[in-house]
């Protein structure tokens, strides 16, 4: 399954997918209030294609003390670095570890009854004005790590810029917290526009804190994003003295 299909399937099952609205819940008003229209920072050439190196380090700028044990921002954020070093090194077997996507109905500690399609992972490449031109989605295991892997040999590298937490309670069960984040994403055969001068994604996730676990993803990516990473993120999450895109990941709740 390589990037680039775009069946109206995958439109209809995004759209139609009642799970789904949880997931556009996490994102709350975060998006209404990014600021566009900005000339972005230097360096940040369209189409250059970029090895991103996943910083390790993670600044905590804000915490709270409801949020259920490993869930807590720092602990998501490693949890997250973890996937997106695996991606960029193609580790199969962390991707495996890091990731539970499933078709059959939900384990009794993922949620308190048997959801359909309640785990996925979905890409998404937007035309201006929010139209979906292009992307990927599966709800299988196997179809990911494949998918994972070919992204991998065309050179797809991420790096995670901010991660805050949105709420916890999902699909029923308290071990579940929601995040959102935004991040770099390049590759070979992306459309130069796409995500601009910084190759901006965005998105959100869910994860499982008992098991420590992603059990559902999705990351879009913008044509015609004109921000840097700094004025992408400047939504999510406090900057915290001194930072630098790319330098230390920053995490919030």
Avoid at 83 to 97: C, H, I, P, Y
Avoid at 127 to 153: M, S
Wanted: hydrophobic residues 35%; charged residues 20%; proline residues 5%.
């Amino acid at each position: 399954m390589a990037e680039g299909r775009a069946t109206s399937g995958f439109l209809m099952k995004t759209a139609t997918l009642s799970i789904l609205a949880f997931l556009f819940l996490l994102i709350g008003c975060g998006r209404d209030r990014d600021t566009g229209g900005s000339h972005p920072a230097g360096g940040e050439r369209p189409g250059e294609l970029v090895d991103y190196q996943q910083p390790t380090r993670v600044i905590v700028t804000s915490d709270d003390a409801s949020l259920p044990d490993d869930c807590h921002p720092r602990q998501v954020a490693n949890l997250v670095i973890s996937f997106v070093d695996a991606f960029n090194r193609g580790d199969q077997a962390v991707l495996s570890q890091v990731f539970f996507l499933s078709e059959a109905p939900s384990p009794p500690d993922y949620a308190d009854g048997a959801y359909d399609l309640w785990s996925w992972y979905t890409v998404g490449e937007i035309e201006p004005g929010g139209r979906i031109v292009n992307g990927f989605v599966t709800y299988d295991q196997g179809d990911l790590l494949d998918y994972l892997a070919t992204r991998h040999k065309q050179g797809e590298r991420l790096r995670l810029l901010k991660l805050s937490l949105t709420q916890t309670g999902l699909l029923g069960e308290e071990d579940n917290v929601g995040f959102i984040y935004v991040l770099n994403r390049n590759a070979s055969d992306l459309d130069p526009d796409l995500g601009g001068k910084a190759h901006l994604a965005s998105g959100q996730g869910a994860i499982n804190c008992t098991n420590q676990r992603i059990f559902a993803w999705r990351m879009d990516m913008k044509a015609g994003d004109q921000r840097s990473s700094r004025e992408a993120t400047n939504w999510l999450c406090k900057d915290p003295p001194g930072w630098k895109p790319g330098k230390a990941v920053v995490a919030c709740a």
